[in-house]
């Protein structure tokens, strides 16, 4: 296998008894789309956590390109170009759509930040609503965050991780919370905003069409372990993934 | 949209010190005090808008002051502007010791370290008989550049002194709350996780508007000595501290202006409490202070600030 963008190596993970990570290996390449699948307490969301330095592991390494990130903060992270959105999405209650943005932009755009550059100023503006617009929620601008519907909120938490140069975007459960007439659309557009980018995408999802459509490699978690590492079709037809997580012929 | 800013505080300048005018004394130097008073709410304000409140910001309040009169009194500096620097530039230094260690805390622990550093403070200074101990110390009065004024052109100068530091740093604090670093301000008092992984530090988000609250309470704490004359143990003790708060809240986080209008406001009505109701003002202001916060839940600031959303 050539060398990925991010290649995790033999790492383990327990929390007390129960361990959450069994050398887990993986290695992804640059511009690939991986999908993470499982049932509840597999070791996905673990993984998604240890990659973008929420949890530290035990022990193995996780390479991003030639540094080693295991360990590291999440912010020291997301410097280097690893970006992620969450499953519940994380947002800023109290500021409007744009002011999110806009901290995403401001954030990202330049690392000293200011104590004097205006945040709202017309250049800082002008890039949030690009992205806004990119992402089919300019619309929703001047609203605060509890007043939108969970497909924009999602939109909203991706386009922010999207704000920054993103080498590889972690999605963990991208359509949960999601209308089922929005899934579709809302993938789409994830999608073609980071293929058109040549980012690196990994995904956690329960929804098997999903799996299908959008991704080129799916890894199959079970107790921690990695059951199957493949293109989906394969994946799916594996004995040991309809045992123990889509429960039978997908 | 800046010049606009520098419009309003030039504007403001101008009004406050015209007070100078027609104010009599005594209502100048009620004006200065809350002035003064009001720097070190500021403080407490940029702290509120990341999500934690200083129970014991009379800490920096108290080392202004007593830095201000220990510079006077050992090494003879009369000079105001030397004083104030020279209290904000220790305040500072304190901050910055003090800032990161406490960054790391929220809530109630952040509330109750800080008062615990305003009263260790304060117990130390009443034990310190070498620097006045809890009688204090007597400040003398301050020169303007060599100008040495008396009588009414003192308090006068004292006052549009006053004004015009308010004035500057006003603006300078409205300018960082609407900087990138003054969203992120706001952004992990709402969500610190989200602005952790956009790549920023909340550690130093925390520490830098602590330190900034330390030099306004320095400055604050030096304009009132200076007012007063006179500086004791009780600048840092748990009360003045709480009065700080009281204003905090008050004001709300929103607007600078109202920071000052609602220190204002609070020696106003504890003046006029205490000479009408001389045994049960603290009464009064706690009934003022329910119909604010039952009236405005976001504080004075809101009724001037055009954005939605947000809790005091």
């Not at chain 1, 035990?58 to 959105?85: Q, V």
């Not at chain 2, 003790?237 to 204002?264: D, H, K, N, R």
């Amino acid at each position: 296998m050539s060398a990925g963008v991010l290649e995790v190596r033999d790492v383990q993970k327990s929390f007390g008894a129960v361990t959450a990570a069994k050398d887990i290996s993986v290695s992804v390449p640059k511009g690939a789309i991986y999908s993470l699948i499982g049932s509840n307490g597999a070791g996905k969301t673990t993984f998604v956590n240890m990659v973008t330095g929420y949890i530290k592991p035990d022990s193995g390494e996780i390479n991003f390109g030639s540094r080693n990130i295991a360990g590291l903060a999440p912010r020291l992270i997301t410097r280097l170009g690893i970006h992620r959105s969450f499953q519940i999405a994380q947002l800023c209650n109290e500021l409007t759509v744009e002011e999110n943005m806009l901290l995403a932009g401001a954030i990202h755009h330049d690392e000293r930040l200011s104590f004097f550059r205006h945040a709202h100023s017309a250049d800082a503006r002008e890039r949030a609503m690009a992205t806004l617009e990119r992402f089919h929620i300019a619309e929703h601008r001047n609203r605060l965050i509890p007043e939108l519907s969970g497909g924009v909120k999602k939109l909203l938490d991706i386009a922010m991780a999207m704000a920054g140069e993103t080498q590889v975007m972690l999605l963990d459960e991208p359509t949960s919370g999601v209308a089922a007439d929005e899934k579709f659309p809302i993938m789409d557009l994830v999608i073609e905003a980071l293929r058109a980018e040549g980012v690196t995408v990994i995904f956690v999802e329960h929804d098997m069409e999903i799996v299908t459509r959008y991704s080129e490699r799916v890894l199959a978690f079970y107790d921690g372990q990695i059951i199957a590492d493949d293109t989906p079709d394969e994946v799916l037809l594996d004995e040991k993934v309809q045992r123990y997580v889509t429960g039978g012929p997908a | 949209m800046r010049y606009i800013l520098f419009l309003y505080a030039a504007i403001a300048f101008v009004v406050l010190a015209a007070g100078s005018i027609i104010l009599p004394d005594w209502a100048m130097f009620l004006f200065a005090m809350a002035l003064a008073k009001g720097l070190v709410c500021l403080g407490i304000v940029a702290m509120m808008r990341g999500g934690v409140v200083s129970f014991g910001q009379g800490l920096y309040y108290c080392i202004g002051a007593y830095t201000a009169t220990l510079a006077a009194n050992l090494w003879g500096v009369s000079d105001i502007f030397a004083l104030t620097l020279f209290s904000s530039v220790v305040c500072l230094i304190v901050g910055m010791i003090f800032g990161p260690m406490l960054a790391t805390y929220r809530g109630i622990f952040f509330a109750m370290l800080t008062l615990a550093l305003s009263m260790v403070l304060y117990g130390t200074l009443s034990k310190m008989s070498v620097i006045g101990g809890s009688d204090g110390l007597n400040i003398g009065s301050p020169t303007f550049l060599g100008w040495a004024p008396e009588g009414r052109d003192l308090q006068t100068a004292l006052y549009i002194y006053v004004v015009a530091i308010v004035v500057i740093t006003g603006t300078l604090m409205r300018i960082y709350f609407d900087s990138e670093q003054g969203l992120i301000t706001l952004a992990t008092r709402d969500n610190e996780l989200r602005v952790e992984y956009l790549g920023a530090s909340v550690r130093k988000v925390m520490a830098y508007n602590y330190t900034f609250a330390a030099v306004l309470g320095g400055l604050g704490g030096t304009i009132a000595v200076v007012a007063l004359g006179h500086v004791d143990p009780e600048f840092a003790f748990w009360t003045t501290s709480g009065e700080f708060v009281f204003v905090a809240i008050l004001a709300g986080y929103m607007s600078v202006p109202a920071v000052f209008v609602a220190a204002i406001i609070l020696e106003v009505v504890r003046s006029f409490s205490n000479l009408y109701f001389p045994n049960t003002w603290q009464l009064s202001l706690g009934i003022f202070l329910l119909i604010v916060i039952v009236t405005l839940p976001n504080g004075l600031g809101s009724l001037l600030s055009r954005r939605k959303g947000g809790k005091t």
